[in-house]
Each structure stands twice: as C-alpha cells, then as structure tokens.
C-alpha cells in the first residue's frame, strides 16, 4: 500500500496496536491537545483501529518513515510491544529516522537492565530513550494507568504534559511521576508487580483458610471481601477478589473459582523482583514465598505424587467464626504492611545501587490510582516518607508499627493453626518470620560466620573489638587475628 506521508500533525505516536498499545492510543487521544499518530507492523491492525474509532482523529502510517513524518518536532514515540527482541527491532527501526532531541519510550514490562542497556546505546544518537512502566492491564491503559516514567530531565519536559494528561487521578493528582534516570521506571514497574504477586498471594491465602477451617462458601467469602474492602484493607485486589468469588459457573452451576484449574501462570516479573533482590541484599521474603507458591501450584506431577505423603495435621476446629475472620484479616493486614516494606527496601536498595535519585513518597502517591496494588493505605506510606525521608524500613514507621503490633495475636494464631491443621500458608509464615527476625535482638548468624570461618577460612567480626578475625579450628584452635584496626 502507498500513501502520501502525513503532514507532522501529531504530538505523540504509538507503535504496536494489540490492545495495551490501542487502548492507551485511544486514551491519549481522548485528551484535549493530543493528536496521535499510530503504526503497526501489519497494516491490518491499524485499519482495524481506525475503523473502530473514526472519533480519535488518528493519524496512520504505513511505514517508520511515514510515522516519524506525521510527528512534531520533538518526535516522541511510545513502543507498545512484546518485550524482548521485537522492542529491539522497533528502536532500531526508529533511530534510523527520529533526529537528535527526539524521545522514544519503551512502555512494555522490559526488564529494567534491558532498559539500561538500551538508553545507553540511544543516547548515542543524542536520541532521548525513556523506560516507563505502565500498570493497570487493558482497562487502566484506556481510562487512566500509573505511570512510572524513567530517562532524562530533558525528556521529561516533552513527557510531563502528555503523560499527566492520560494518567490515573487521586484526590486530584495525576499518578505519573519523573522516577528517575534509565532503567528507573522499570525498576520500580518491576518491584510494584514483585508487591503484587505477595498481595495476591495473601488474599488467596486468606480465601483457603475461611473456606478450609471457617467453613465459608465462595459467595460468603465475597462478602466478607467486599466488608474488609471498606475498612482499612480497602483496595483494588480485595475488590476484585469478591466479584471473582460471587461468579458461578454457567455451564455446571458451581462457583467459577472451583472449576478454574488450580495452577497459576506468571510472565516473570516476579521472578525478576527476586532475583534483582538477591543481587542486592535484600530479604523480599514475602515476594518470593509468592512466587515459589505459583511455581509449586504448576507442578501437577509432583503434587500428585505426594498425595500419598503423612501430613500428621491436627483439626483446627473454629469456635467463634467472626473471631477467627477478624483474626484472618489483621493477619492478611499485617502480612501486607511487609510486602511492601520489604518492596520500598528494595526500591532504596535499587536507588543507591544504579544512583537514581528515587522519592519513595511519590512512588506511594502514583500507586494510589490505576495500578493493580491501590490501596488505602498508600497515603500512609507517602506520609511516612515524608515525616522521615531516611526511614530504614517502612514496618518501622509509628502508623504501619502500630498496626502489626496490633495485629499480632491473630498472625500468630492464624500461622500456628496452619501449621497445626497442614495448610499451607508460605507468605503469611514467611511474612511473621521476617518481622521476628527484624526485631531479633540477636540471630544465629553468628554461628553461619563461625561455620564459614571453619571450612573456607571468610573470617568474622566480633562484639567486643574493631577488626576481622580468623581462628584456626583444627589447628591449636587459638584465636588469629587477620586485620584488627587496633
């Protein structure tokens, strides 16, 4: 097909029309001032856009030389496409024909080292590369997403304007913040969905145990979902979580949820959070018991191969149902306060190891509308941040150590019955480990550095002095002193 190249009308483009780029092309050109050029590698998606949405003005092209023609100087163009080598290819399709001050934006779910890489090539051509995280699935692309943009300051000047005009709005502001420089919004897209697997793991686990020990039916399960979704655990996941329990099954009239197979899919951004975690030192338990959980839910073989396994599990028998309910939600409340502890500790640890200038309290403030994990709860966060900048960890600030405090009770309770009656519950355990092991005036690392010392000689450190020391175990068993400051 041929067509003469569009006069350069348009302010922002998107390449890659499957439905997060449609939907987020729609969105943009629903806001006044915006007019949005579209591309596609096959013709067929972009007709059928056009199609559909005569209304959006859409300025198409057939071609990279075309889309970068339709746009105003500086070009900006977002690439909605399937992370990996296809967003490769888009970008060195685009450098061929974008100039100088010209912006491209990755707003896939890249891996924030991929983004790295990339701004470093890009900025080569002194082409401006931006990784921006986008959350919010389908829906939140076309009626308003979080937006986690990274890349420079000049970029962020032709960015602020568009980017604010189609985010997500709470209590007035646009959840859209410049994070910080290359792979910054990406990391922190990454650590959001890192929270998001704990979040949904928690919620599920709470489901199992009013099913299994309160012997609550999905239907009145979602009412107690949707009664702690106005209280202090009001969010997105808990809203959603009582319409997935109210639906039945139209074909055997039973609840969906018991006919959905019980194997759970994930696409990596968990595992990222967790690897990148470990890289840096830091304990994300909660994040990783979530996803191991996924990882043994699709293990049919070796599920059904320990059926047969003694479990020794004890009856946990309920005596007071809205007790052990109560008890179950400061469970879950608390257990949550972790995970995103523990996800704003590996935000600062991200910050200080690839030198992004990151404000924790505007990471909060942007999560609080049009992402997956909004919740109430994160005004709390962006108040602690702001009443101490150099918290060093969030479960310490006076509101969120409050809460686990006293929520205690019920999370030792309703861990220990688990662990009684043989249900599992890794990240509620994991969650109440971590935060013993927090307050822990003393932990057994002392006997893990005596045990290194012995058979590889990596030396420790004492209570009592300055300095690195070694002891010769098998020798006269004296202590050496390897580097001592005195």
Not at 250 to 269: E, F, M, W, Y
Not at 295 to 312: D, E, I
Not at 349 to 356: L, P, Q, R, T
Not at 474 to 484: H, L, N, Y
Request: aromatic fraction near 8%; charge should be negative.
């Amino acid at each position: 097909m041929t067509s003469t190249a569009p006069a350069p009308t348009a302010n922002i483009g998107v390449v890659g029309l499957a439905v997060m780029g449609s939907n987020l092309a729609r969105n943009l050109a629903s806001r006044e001032g915006n007019t949005v050029a579209v591309y596609n590698r096959t013709w067929e998606k972009t007709e059928t856009l056009l199609a559909e949405h005569p209304e959006a003005g859409f300025v198409p092209a057939t071609d990279y030389k075309e889309f970068a023609a339709a746009l105003q100087k500086p070009r900006t163009a977002l690439i909605m496409v399937k992370a990996g080598r296809g967003t490769d290819a888009v970008i060195d399709e685009l450098v061929q024909v974008f100039e100088p001050g010209d912006i491209i934006v990755d707003g896939g779910n890249a891996l924030f080292t991929d983004t790295i890489r990339r701004e470093k090539a890009v900025r080569e051509t002194g082409i401006n590369f931006v990784g921006a995280g986008i959350s919010g699935g389908e829906e939140g692309a076309l009626l308003g997403p979080s937006i986690m943009p990274g890349g420079s300051a000049e970029a962020w000047v032709t960015l602020k304007p568009i980017l604010e005009s189609i985010a997500a709005v709470a209590e007035g502001e646009p959840c859209v913040t410049h994070v910080g420089t290359d792979g910054a919004g990406h990391f922190v897209k990454m650590i959001h969905n890192g929270i998001e697997y704990a979040d949904m793991q928690l919620i599920a686990e709470a489901y199992d145990l009013l099913r299994r020990v309160g012997g609550l039916s999905p239907a009145e399960i979602a009412d107690v979902f949707a009664e702690w979704n106005t209280g202090e655990l009001e969010s997105y996941l808990i809203e959603i979580t009582a319409e997935v329990l109210r639906q039945v099954d139209a074909t055997t009239g039973q609840p969906l949820v018991d006919v959905i197979l019980d194997q759970a899919g994930a696409k990596g951004t968990g595992a990222w959070t967790v690897q990148t975690a470990l890289d840096l030192g830091v304990p994300v338990s909660g994040i990783a018991e979530a996803v191991f959980a996924r990882s043994l839910s699709s293990k049919p073989a070796q599920r059904a191969a320990a059926q047969a396994l003694p479990g020794g599990a004890e009856n946990w028998t309920v005596s007071d149902r809205d007790a052990f309910i109560e008890d179950v939600r400061r469970a879950l409340y608390a257990s949550k306060i972790i995970a995103y502890s523990q996800g704003f500790d590996a935000i600062v640890a991200g910050a200080e190891e690839f030198g992004w200038e990151i404000k924790k309290g505007e990471i909060a403030k942007i999560w609080r509308a049009g992402c997956i994990i909004r919740a109430r709860f994160l005004n709390r966060i962006t108040e602690a941040y702001a009443a101490d900048p150099a918290l060093v960890a969030l479960v310490t600030a006076p509101y969120f150590a409050d809460a686990v405090s006293g929520s205690l009770p019920s999370w030792r309770r309703i861990v220990a019955g688990a662990a009684l009656a043989g249900i599992p519950t890794p990240a509620f355990a994991s969650s109440l480990s971590y935060f013993d092991g927090l307050r822990a005036d003393r932990l057994p690392a002392a006997l893990i550095q005596g045990q290194r010392d012995f058979f590889g000689a990596h030396t420790y450190k004492r209570i009592d002095r300055e300095g690195t020391f070694h002891t010769d175990w098998s020798g006269d068993r004296t202590e050496s002193v390897a580097e001592d400051t005195h």
